[in-house]
């Protein structure tokens, strides 16, 4: 046995491949460029790039179950349906897919890859978890750090923020457990918080006013934009935080299948003094 974990050096890959090599399960992390951080073997893979599909399984023949963090584009489905019957073909029985708590099977993105595996003679787990920590540190750092606020389209909605540490505790669980107990599990934290709440978690972490401003959907897509994400998957993402203010992710919480332990206080705490929220 052996997993190929995609996104190998990603926010959710990097915990959970430290949790396998732990329990010496043998592991390959794909990434754009193949290299990877000691003591990992690494392979070169890119989801928009077919030549690349082999070079994986040219590391390592052995490979049985994958786990698949999708390419950050909107219409994912082509690629990810061609490197998941590859895959198939080349023996893997086992795939753990990581899709969104308010993404149903069938349903746009990464929806229709979980409708895809369901159609196929295979074990597989959709991992359904609400927002990252780490999101924080990545998709609001520039107004954090520029303007002392939190900018999206997520109104007073609630939120029940999750580590990826969480998540990787369940994910090495659907890859490596004999049977897999849940197909479809909704993961959220301990804790609903809204963007104002978590504003004023940053405000006594680092020491200086933290604001939330909530825009509108067409306002927070251009913001996205600006960032350099793909019109199509800005106007998604906006979406998403729409519905967030429209209170789904609150329902989501209330009938997950999974709860971390870890808390989102604690995160901030521990990364108070990360580059990303330095003011300029």
Request: aromatic fraction near 10%; include cysteine.
């Amino acid at each position: 046995m052996t997993v190929l974990l995609t996104g190998g050096t990603g926010k959710s890959a990097t915990p959970l491949a430290n949790l396998l090599l732990k329990a010496n399960v043998p592991l390959i992390l794909a990434t754009r460029s193949g290299k990877v951080p000691a003591p990992f073997r690494g392979a070169r893979f890119d989801w928009l790039d077919a030549s690349t599909y082999q070079i994986p399984f040219e590391t390592d023949s052995n490979i049985d179950r994958i786990y698949l963090i999708p390419p950050p584009v909107l219409d994912m489905f082509p690629p990810m349906k061609a490197f998941i019957d590859f895959a198939i073909q080349k023996g893997v029985k086992r795939f753990v897919l990581m899709s969104a708590a308010l993404l149903e099977e069938g349903g746009p993105a990464m929806g229709k890859i979980h409708e895809y595996l369901h159609s196929r003679q295979v074990e597989y787990c959709v991992l359904r978890p609400s927002w990252f920590f780490d999101n924080l540190r990545l998709h609001y750092a520039d107004y954090i750090r520029k303007n002392d606020e939190i900018v999206n389209a997520a109104g007073s909605g609630l939120i029940g923020w999750i580590s990826t540490e969480d998540i990787a505790d369940v994910a090495f669980k659907a890859l490596t457990d004999q049977v897999i107990e849940h197909s479809n599990p909704v993961m959220v934290g301990p804790e609903l918080w809204t963007y104002a709440q978590i504003a004023q978690l940053l405000s006594d972490a680092l020491g200086r006013k933290i604001t939330h401003r909530s825009i509108s959907g067409d306002e927070y897509t251009k913001v996205m934009v600006q960032r350099g994400m793909p019109e199509d998957y800005a106007a998604f993402m906006s979406n998403m935080d729409v519905r967030i203010a429209g209170g789904l992710e609150e329902k989501a919480f209330h009938r997950a299948d999974f709860v971390g332990k870890r808390r989102l206080q604690d995160f901030i705490a521990k990364h108070k003094d990360a580059e990303e929220w330095k003011s300029v």
